[in-house]
């Protein structure tokens, strides 16, 4: 067992402090009477619901690169961890060092893990202190999420720097119905998840979510003796207040910290380090819908912590950002849409690093600015276009424009295709232009920025009124990416670009009482001299199938089945080191025991061994059981 005592208390003391700000900015908003607006049900369910989207256009229709993920369709999964999510989304590879709370990484469309742009509730949340500014997926967990946003293929017209290969949106909102569910389970796994919402009489919907996960898994060396092992504790707060009948406030409060032990770098079993990870971030938005406007002024901040304790060197890295961002959307013609808006964010960040004989400091900051509008153009009932531009002014890469141009055309009622081109970049993160560890590295002031284009086209047949046959092909060229150099001392743009190439295909059937959802994906993801790139594997494909029973012999009752193969992929710079194939099985049943609704998850129900990255085992089958109760 791991000394997790030791872990700093001080840190829950500023979860408090951060709480306690949040509760008090919802406490101070006026409360206006709801005179005109009509409401659903007694609950207190508001007449007009706003999206979370960016810069996106009402009449553009985006289905050429985005997929939805809903609250049911998480419930319904029974999964708990966001990785456990998104390794069934088409295009997205993910990779986990380990067990549950462990680093986790995205690959999407074939690309960086770090060209992923990740976003609370429209608001970019990568953490610029690490690396290479990507997002840790394995200390996110789902309870407190309303819906998932996955949008493939460059999006920095959308979303801004970091969108090469896309973007996910975690959007956090609250159940209109007063409950509080609790699941957890017991094995090599120890994890308990509370959720609580409850509906003032005053209007406001108030929800709080708390998780701790305690992992301890063996190392994946024959020889290993040491146990992996992760501690992860989170809370998460949201209120939110129609204070009239068109305008909203919304907060959000999360708050994360992680304490991982991982084997030495030699692999011999023996104690290597420690990693110990924080995260806070805090979100205010106001939001306000018309008829044929929406408006919305959202401000964010968020700090990171990161210190790694190994054998008696020590590196910290911290980062803080504060956005602000503004944006107005028009949708006065019936064929025609668009919007305007503004963004800025300050990122800045220390780097010390701790060794038995020296100590060194450096820290830094950045600022961007961007400027960004969109328009969607019915051309005739069945075709329509859409624009997105961006303009991006930073203070040491300097300024780029991204755009994006969609067409949508709807040949007859079953029969859709469509086209997109798209670009992105990714500007050199706090790190790379800042950063210094125990081992010679420097930041490197003079980095630009990575750049990337998309172009891909999109086909979807509807048949037999209940089966939809789609399938994409893409291309993204990736330029100026940033890599370590030689001898790991910076980072420097590379001149050889990458191409990533790819198929998706997805057959859906929706019935009464059951669904069925399968997708195969065919890729190659190779530098312009044939190199393939690690950890990117040439097929994935899925199944997944739920259905409820009605009137059987145990009753009435929701069964969702989850098949996930992911093929055979290069994993270390060695053409002769591949990991294997994996075929990964999960199933989670539902009952509903008068008004409480019970479930039971079996993950890994195959029980299969891997590792994925080699050499960090990945847990075998896993229990658990919770309820949801209404009140």
């Given at each position: 067992?791991?000394?997790?005592?030791?872990?700093?208390?001080?840190?829950?003391?500023?979860?408090?402090?951060?709480?306690?700000?949040?509760?008090?900015?919802?406490?101070?908003?006026?409360?206006?009477?709801?005179?005109?607006?009509?409401?659903?049900?007694?609950?207190?369910?508001?007449?007009?619901?706003?999206?979370?989207?960016?810069?996106?256009?009402?009449?553009s229709?985006?289905?050429?690169?985005?997929?939805?993920?809903?609250?049911?369709?998480?419930?319904?999964?029974?999964?708990?961890?966001?990785?456990?999510?998104?390794?069934?989304?088409?295009?997205?590879?993910?990779?986990?060092?380990?067990?549950?709370g462990?680093?986790?990484t995205?690959f999407?469309?074939?690309?960086?893990?770090?060209?992923?742009?990740?976003?609370?509730?429209?608001?970019?949340?990568?953490?610029?202190?690490?690396?290479?500014?990507?997002?840790?997926?394995?200390?996110?967990?789902?309870?407190?999420?309303q819906?998932?946003?996955?949008?493939?293929?460059?999006?920095?017209?959308?979303?801004?720097?970091?969108?090469?290969?896309?973007?996910?949106?975690?959007?956090?909102?609250?159940d209109?119905?007063?409950?509080?569910?609790?699941?957890?389970?017991?094995?090599?796994?120890?994890?308990?998840?509370?959720?609580?919402t409850?509906?003032?009489?005053?209007?406001?919907?108030?929800n709080?979510?708390?998780?701790?996960?305690?992992?301890?898994?063996?190392?994946?060396?024959?020889?290993?003796?040491?146990?992996?092992?992760?501690?992860?504790?989170?809370?998460?707060?949201?209120s939110?207040?129609?204070?009239?009948?068109?305008?909203?406030?919304?907060?959000?409060?999360?708050?994360?910290?992680?304490?991982?032990?991982?084997?030495?770098?030699?692999?011999?079993?023996?104690?290597?380090?420690?990693?110990?990870?924080?995260?806070?971030?805090?979100?205010?938005?106001?939001?306000?819908?018309?008829?044929?406007?929406?408006?919305?002024?959202?401000?964010?901040?968020?700090?990171?912590?990161?210190?790694?304790?190994?054998?008696?060197?020590?590196?910290?890295?911290?980062?803080?950002?504060?956005?602000?961002?503004?944006?107005?959307?028009?949708?006065?013609?019936?064929?025609?849409?668009?919007?305007?808006?503004?963004?800025?964010?300050?990122?800045?960040?220390?780097?010390?690093?701790?060794?038995?004989?020296?100590?060194?400091?450096?820290?830094?900051?950045?600022?961007?600015?961007?400027?960004?509008?969109?328009?969607?153009?019915?051309?005739?009932?069945?075709?329509?276009?859409?624009?997105?531009?961006?303009?991006?002014?930073?203070?040491?890469?300097?300024?780029?424009?991204?755009?994006?141009?969609n067409?949508?055309?709807?040949?007859?009622?079953?029969?859709?295709?469509?086209?997109?081109?798209?670009?992105?970049?990714?500007?050199?993160?706090?790190?790379?232009?800042?950063?210094?560890?125990?081992?010679?590295?420097?930041?490197?002031?003079?980095?630009?920025?990575?750049?990337?284009?998309?172009?891909?086209?999109?086909?979807?047949?509807?048949?037999?009124?209940?089966?939809?046959?789609?399938?994409?092909?893409?291309?993204?060229?990736?330029?100026?990416?940033?890599?370590?150099?030689?001898?790991?001392?910076?980072?420097?743009?590379?001149?050889?670009?990458?191409?990533h190439?790819?198929?998706?295909?997805?057959l859906k059937?929706?019935?009464?009482?059951?669904?069925?959802?399968?997708?195969?994906?065919?890729?190659?993801?190779?530098?312009?001299?044939?190199?393939?790139?690690l950890?990117?594997?040439?097929?994935?494909?899925?199944?997944?199938?739920?259905?409820?029973?009605?009137?059987?012999?145990?009753?009435?009752?929701?069964?969702?089945?989850?098949?996930?193969?992911?093929?055979?992929?290069?994993?270390?710079?060695?053409?002769?080191?591949?990991?294997?194939?994996?075929?990964?099985?999960?199933?989670?049943?539902?009952?509903?025991?008068?008004?409480?609704?019970?479930?039971?998850?079996?993950?890994n129900?195959?029980?299969?061994?891997?590792?994925?990255?080699?050499?960090?085992?990945?847990?075998?089958?896993?229990?658990?059981?919770?309820?949801?109760?209404?009140?």
């Amino acid at each position: 067992m791991f000394p997790f005592n030791e872990w700093n208390t001080k840190k829950g003391m500023f979860m408090h402090r951060v709480l306690l700000v949040i509760i008090l900015l919802s406490l101070t908003v006026n409360v206006y009477a709801l005179d005109d607006c009509e409401w659903n049900n007694q609950q207190g369910i508001p007449c007009l619901i706003i999206s979370k989207t960016n810069n996106t256009s009402k009449v553009s229709k985006e289905g050429v690169n985005k997929v939805i993920i809903t609250k049911q369709d998480i419930e319904n999964s029974g999964h708990t961890n966001l990785t456990d999510i998104l390794k069934s989304v088409s295009g997205l590879n993910v990779f986990q060092n380990g067990g549950v709370g462990q680093l986790s990484t995205v690959f999407m469309r074939g690309s960086e893990s770090n060209h992923t742009l990740v976003l609370l509730n429209g608001i970019a949340i990568n953490d610029q202190s690490v690396t290479d500014g990507m997002h840790d997926f394995g200390q996110d967990f789902v309870q407190n999420i309303q819906q998932i946003e996955i949008y493939k293929g460059s999006s920095g017209a959308n979303f801004g720097p970091s969108a090469i290969a896309g973007a996910i949106n975690f959007i956090t909102a609250i159940d209109y119905i007063n409950s509080y569910s609790v699941s957890g389970f017991n094995d090599r796994n120890n994890s308990t998840d509370i959720n609580y919402t409850k509906i003032t009489e005053n209007g406001w919907h108030l929800n709080v979510n708390g998780t701790t996960n305690q992992s301890n898994i063996h190392s994946a060396k024959p020889q290993g003796a040491e146990n992996d092992g992760t501690l992860n504790k989170q809370i998460n707060l949201n209120s939110e207040k129609w204070i009239n009948d068109n305008t909203k406030i919304k907060s959000t409060m999360y708050v994360r910290e992680t304490r991982s032990y991982y084997d030495d770098f030699d692999n011999n079993g023996e104690f290597g380090y420690v990693m110990d990870n924080t995260m806070h971030a805090l979100q205010t938005s106001l939001e306000r819908v018309n008829k044929n406007t929406e408006d919305s002024l959202t401000f964010h901040w968020q700090a990171y912590g990161k210190q790694i304790d190994d054998g008696g060197f020590t590196d910290s890295y911290d980062s803080q950002a504060l956005v602000t961002r503004y944006e107005k959307k028009i949708n006065s013609l019936k064929k025609l849409s668009f919007g305007y808006g503004a963004e800025y964010k300050y990122d800045w960040g220390a780097f010390i690093n701790e060794g038995a004989s020296f100590n060194s400091a450096t820290r830094g900051h950045v600022k961007d600015s961007a400027v960004f509008a969109n328009a969607g153009y019915k051309i005739i009932d069945n075709t329509i276009i859409s624009f997105y531009g961006r303009k991006d002014d930073h203070n040491t890469a300097g300024g780029n424009n991204t755009y994006k141009i969609n067409l949508l055309q709807e040949l007859n009622n079953n029969l859709s295709i469509g086209a997109s081109t798209s670009t992105g970049l990714r500007n050199p993160s706090l790190y790379e232009l800042f950063g210094s560890n125990n081992f010679g590295y420097k930041g490197n002031i003079n980095l630009k920025a990575e750049k990337s284009k998309t172009n891909e086209i999109f086909a979807s047949y509807n048949f037999l009124n209940n089966f939809t046959l789609s399938s994409t092909a893409y291309r993204t060229n990736l330029s100026d990416r940033l890599e370590f150099n030689s001898s790991f001392t910076a980072v420097e743009n590379k001149v050889i670009d990458l191409n990533h190439d790819g198929l998706e295909n997805e057959l859906k059937y929706e019935g009464k009482n059951h669904n069925l959802a399968f997708f195969a994906d065919f890729s190659t993801s190779k530098k312009t001299d044939e190199q393939k790139q690690l950890r990117r594997p040439d097929t994935k494909y899925g199944l997944n199938f739920s259905k409820k029973f009605i009137n059987s012999d145990f009753g009435d009752f929701n069964m969702n089945l989850n098949y996930i193969h992911t093929g055979k992929h290069l994993d270390f710079s060695s053409s002769t080191v591949v990991a294997k194939s994996t075929d990964i099985v999960d199933v989670n049943f539902s009952k509903d025991f008068n008004g409480s609704i019970w479930k039971l998850s079996i993950t890994n129900l195959l029980n299969e061994r891997y590792e994925r990255p080699l050499t960090f085992n990945t847990e075998g089958r896993q229990f658990r059981i919770g309820f949801k109760n209404k009140y």
